[in-house]
């Protein structure tokens, strides 16, 4: 693996044999997520989009790289910061937005919202967001997916899952049991550590021993380590890539200290007071986009044309999800009182329910349960 | 439920015709993860001591042998890893059981199971089910002391999302735990240490209990004892003794408090006029408090006292034996409050 960091020159590269039509999506997909980010920001001002909403900006060749260097079939899961994954899964803008603004067009129905993505058919796991919480359910579904494919199937392990988490994370007690455990038991599931360097407004180094080496608290656990440039959408499909397969291969974990820099706030309400301006023109002159942008230009991939193009239809398709989501409707009421149970029992009679405070209809409302009334 | 009712192994142990065993409860429990893991490869066991140790209550024994180390699956002594593995694997499609040796020790896995398994289905907009048991001992062991001995239904049925069974004989062991294997939701499945030894009648054959149906142990006039758990035996108990004073009393086995089985417990109060609740969790914003509302309210008209209640005290549970048994919801406390309740005392 590479072990490149942050302070690599921001000049172009030579391009390994990857076809042309792969780096145009990775670019696209890359200004798709920015574009989004950037309009989530404002819709948020707009007051458009509630709750806690963290921005992807800056960080987008890890989502991108890391997405298209397995397969559609491997699960992935992911923590708060969550829109540039799903978006790079293949969730449409348009679904995502609408989480976000709280409409039935949602992904999840408006009942989840920014932090909590979740998107079966692409395999996204979700969007959690308790901080580390994703690190034991990456790991039971990379323990289902081998289980499957040995246990039930009698063949050998076919998928890996990727869990990502943020460098605050790893000083989780969760994290620490779930790496023991992955370690344990041979589970295929990577732990990407999108290292921005701060957990909220904590420096790396205030919070988290031996930060200068964080892929030692995975070689505790028996973990396959590697660091890569995160900043690099090429350097991480490469070595995301190599490492992946490794994992499918001998049905084993690894951990990744991804080195990126976070060019926004934590979340909308974060003024930056705890870092300084210069650091963070340092890193926004090693901007992944631009750098990739170069790389193509420089190798004859795209034109200057071509690039004009791409932000056009990534503006285009972001205003549209906008404009779905604007035009898509609230949630019917009666919507509060589903998806609570596969199989639920009736609606509680108590004090607290929409008899009182005017609700609608309710979908699994007292009914007839073998000839009885009003489970609570 | 309308699904799972209309299902043909639904049978209350009774009707069960055949042989009727004399097994202990712990042995009720295995047959019915045993017969689910037959039936079902997607089944597994994890937990601390499952596997090679037999289970530390013997409840596992001999799975090992059966089933392999694939699915009888020993986890290092960390609930929160390995609760919320099981989570993720669940959410995946697989139907773990994970074993708590205790469910107080559960407490350290609180965000996984209060904040993940039953809200998985929730946030995702119906995408991603969970269809999980957690099972292991629940309420004072027996000299423990406080950090062992909980009882966390008081805490856990607060949260939406999840069904909690809490079953009182061997014979309900069984056909619950089976139904709660095979339900598509998170399952709560609380038992006792000291009931895990206890024998009771299990019939041959297979059978399945639903949720939320009630069974009522005992039938009588003056009063309905509402219980769910290891109290039930306390209950009976108190009933025998207070029918020899003239008391003639109900007693109603909850069996699982979510779903709760108002209908049953409603008509037996219309019956009686009168009702005590037994909770063994603390007083305050328990499931027996809940209970007890659902009573006065529903049976407003009906009621010639106010509901009385009998709970663990309101303190730690503590170490010596007498005043564990002071603490707990026992028998002298039930028959006192079923006395006053009918204006006996």
Known sequence: MSSTSSSAPAASRRLPSIPPATLIKWLRDMHLIREFEVR???????????????????????????????????????????????????????????????????????????????????????????????????????????????????????????????????????????????????????????????????????????????????????????????????????????????????????????????????????PRKYRTREEEERHESNDPIGKFERTLLDNGVVTDAVIKEIMASCREEVRDSIQFANESPEPPMSDLYTDVFVEPWGRYPGSSQPEFTGGATNVCAFRATNGKEGLV | MTAVLSNPVFREPESMGGAIREIEFRDALREAMSEEMRRDKRVFLLGEEVAQYDGAYKVSKGMLAEFGERRIIDTPISESGFAGMAIGAASMGLRPIVEFMSWSFSLVAADPILNNAPKMLYMSGGQLGCPIVFRGNDGAGGQLGSTHSWAVEGLF?????????????????????????????????????????????????????????AAIRRTGTHCTICAWGRPVSFCMEAAEILAKEGIDCEVVDLRTIRPLDLPTVVASVRKTSCAVVVDQSWSFASPGGELAAQIHRHCFDDLDNFVHRVHADDVPTPYSTKLEQEYLPNVRKICEAVRAATYRA
Not at chain 1, 72 to 98: K, N, W
Not at chain 1, 101 to 127: E, Q, T, V
Request: aromatic share 8%; glycine share 12%; hydrophobic share 40%.
């Open chain 2, 157 to 213: 049925s607060n949260v939406p999302g999840v069904k909690i069974v809490i079953p009182s004989c061997a014979a309900d062991a069984k056909g619950l735990m089976k139904t709660a294997i095979r339900d598509d939701d998170p399952v709560f499945f609380l038992e006792s240490e000291r009931l895990l030894s206890i024998k009771g009648h299990v019939p041959e054959g297979e059978y399945l209990i639903p949720f939320g149906h």
């Open chain 1, 40 to 270: 989530c920001m404002q819709s948020y001002q707009e007051k458009k989009i509630g709750g806690f909403c963290h921005v992807y900006i800056g960080q987008e060749a890890i989502a991108v790289g890391c997405t298209q260097a397995v397969r559609h079939e491997d699960p992935i899961v992911t923590a708060y910061r969550d829109h540039g994954h799903a978006l790079a899964r293949g969730m449409t803008a348009r679904a995502c937005m609408a989480e976000m603004f709280g409409k039935i067009g949602g992904c999840a129905k408006a009942k989840g919202g920014s932090m909590h993505m979740f998107d079966k058919p692409n395999n996204l796991y979700g969007g959690h967001g308790i901080v580390g919480a994703q690190t034991p359910l990456g790991t039971g579904l990379a323990f289902a997916t081998k289980y499957e494919d040995e246990v039930i199937n009698g063949a050998k392990n076919k998928r890996v899952t990727l869990c990502f988490l943020g460098d605050g994370a790893v000083n989780q007690g969760a994290f620490y049991e779930t790496m023991n455990l992955a370690g344990l038991f041979d589970i295929p599931v990577i732990f990407i550590v999108e290292n921005n360097g701060y957990s909220m407004g904590t420096a790396i180094h205030r919070g988290t021993t031996m930060s200068h080496e964080l892929t030692i608290k995975g070689r505790a656990h028996g973990l396959k380590e590697a660091t890569m440039d995160g900043m690099d959408v090429i350097a991480v499909q490469q070595d995301m890539h190599e490492l992946a397969e490794w994992c499918r291969e001998n049905s084993r974990p690894a951990f990744v200290d991804m080195r990126c820099y976070r060019y926004k706030g934590h979340s909308m309400s974060d």
